[in-house]
């Protein structure tokens, strides 16, 4: 298999730099892989390692945007989370980044704005994020 180059980093656009992107992965790497280029790419970063941190880190902090691995420990996966999230009616977007390579179309939660594995380009999780950002903000307006 031939090598594939990375697809550069876009900064994030002007009107949505210093949101806050919030990361939930129980694997310290992916949590400091995504803190790196989100910091780097103009966002600001909260991290948690599992559901009940997220739940903490959303009340602390009001994130604009959640980044959610989906095969989080028990009790708590990224599906129970957003259930979570939606029963505290939090209205920040969730794109769930998994290692799963396919879900069935039945198993993604309307709720999501994506469903991104890991072995893709992250830069392709990246570009979600504005478009992200902007629909948490238009459900609540500042």
Known sequence: MPF???KPLEPAPEDVQGATVLVVDDERVWR???ETDLRMLGYRVSLA???YDALACLDAEAPDVAVVDLMLPDPMDGRTLLSELRARSATLSV???TAQSELRPEARDPD???YLSKA???ADLYALLPTAIRKTRSRHPQ
Do not use: K, Q, S
């Open 4 to 6: 594939t180059p990375p």
């Open 32 to 34: 400091v892989i995504l």
């Open 49 to 51: 390692e599992d559901g």
């Open 95 to 97: 794109i769930f980044y």
């Open 112 to 114: 999501a704005v994506a």
């Open 120 to 122: 893709t380009d992250r």
